[in-house]
């Protein structure tokens, strides 16, 4: 990926990427300040500059070790631990986000933090990841590289055509699997063919399985494909199902 070298006058902000990285560490570090020197810290700070340097930012104090160790101690703010300490500033909205969504969950951040590392050392699925042509509605909670990881594949022309004639030959119909629809029951030969794929594997396993099966995607329409992605933490296809139980029944 080349990208023409960006050394804006000031750093740009943390990413959710950035953070859940941070929080891993932080956790890691039981929320005390790390020592100096600490080989965790420039393991991180390395990790984040090269990060940035895939999207063509650089500079001297671009995720530092100073930057990163200060970074820690922000989650403080959110912190039981440390609830009764004067002077910690309230951080920002961001960081409150991503504490709430993974401190009580130190394995699915552990999971996440090291798929988010393997994307960023890995320059093929960095790339893919990294590019800026995607949209979705919401980011995931496991932020950027995996979400967009998640969209390249699901959006996989080869893989979706196997996919829609593996179901014809098993089902001989496309049909919704959240809420049923058949397009070409409702469109006639226009509608033939016609539905979208969603891969169903958890994000954080998406670095380790490079290899996209037939059985990790779902058939859905477009309505419910952007239900799935509306808001962050994106719905599985079973919790989908219950949320159209329950809005068809009468109230």
Same mark, same amino acid.
């Given at each position: +990926?080349?990208?023409?070298?960006?050394?804006?006058?000031?750093?740009?902000?943390?990413?959710?990427?950035?953070? /859940?990285?941070?929080?891993?560490?932080?956790?890691? %570090?039981? $929320?005390?300040?790390?020592?100096?020197?600490?080989?965790?810290?420039?393991? =991180?700070?390395?990790?984040?500059?090269?990060?940035?340097?895939?999207?063509?930012?650089? $500079?001297?104090?671009?995720?530092? @070790?100073?930057?990163?160790? +200060?970074?820690? +101690?922000?989650?403080?703010?959110?912190?039981?631990?440390?609830?009764?300490?004067?002077?910690?500033?309230?951080?920002?909205?961001?960081?409150?986000?991503?504490?709430?969504?993974?401190?009580?969950?130190?394995?699915?951040?552990?999971?996440?933090?090291?798929?988010? &590392?393997? /994307?960023?050392?890995?320059?093929?699925?960095? !790339?893919?990841?990294?590019?800026?042509?995607?949209? /979705?509605?919401?980011?995931?909670?496991? $932020?950027?590289?995996?979400?967009?990881?998640?969209?390249?594949?699901?959006?996989?022309?080869?893989?979706?055509?196997?996919?829609?004639?593996?179901?014809? !030959?098993?089902?001989?119909? =496309?049909? %919704?699997?959240? &809420?049923?629809?058949?397009?070409?029951?409702?469109?006639?030969?226009? $509608?033939?063919?016609? /539905?979208? %794929?969603?891969? @169903?594997?958890?994000?954080?396993?998406?670095?380790?399985?490079?290899?996209?099966? =037939?059985?990790?995607?779902?058939?859905?329409?477009?309505? %419910?494909?952007?239900?799935?992605?509306?808001?962050?933490?994106?719905?599985?296809?079973?919790? =989908?199902?219950? +949320?159209?139980?329950?809005?068809?029944?009468?109230?």
């Amino acid at each position: +990926m080349k990208h023409q070298p960006k050394t804006p006058s000031r750093n740009p902000a943390w990413t959710r990427d950035e953070l /859940i990285l941070a929080l891993n560490l932080y956790l890691e %570090c039981n $929320g005390a300040f790390p020592a100096k020197g600490d080989a965790r810290v420039q393991e =991180l700070s390395d990790l984040l500059n090269k990060f940035w340097r895939l999207q063509g930012y650089s $500079g001297a104090t671009l995720r530092n @070790t100073n930057g990163v160790a +200060m970074k820690l +101690m922000n989650f403080r703010v959110h912190d039981p631990k440390y609830a009764e300490l004067k002077g910690l500033k309230a951080g920002n909205k961001l960081e409150k986000e991503v504490w709430e969504e993974f401190a009580n969950q130190p394995d699915d951040l552990k999971k996440t933090a090291q798929a988010i &590392c393997d /994307i960023i050392q890995n320059p093929q699925e960095a !790339e893919e990841a990294l590019a800026p042509e995607q949209e /979705i509605e919401a980011e995931a909670v496991e $932020g950027q590289l995996l979400t967009h990881l998640h969209v390249r594949r699901e959006r996989s022309k080869k893989l979706i055509a196997q996919k829609k004639k593996a179901v014809l !030959e098993n089902l001989g119909q =496309l049909v %919704c699997e959240a &809420c049923g629809f058949d397009f070409q029951k409702r469109y006639g030969e226009r $509608g033939a063919g016609f /539905i979208e %794929c969603h891969h @169903t594997k958890p994000l954080s396993d998406l670095p380790e399985e490079r290899t996209t099966r =037939l059985s990790d995607l779902a058939l859905l329409c477009a309505n %419910c494909h952007r239900m799935i992605h509306a808001k962050r933490p994106w719905l599985s296809i079973p919790d =989908l199902r219950d +949320m159209i139980k329950k809005a068809s029944q009468p109230h």
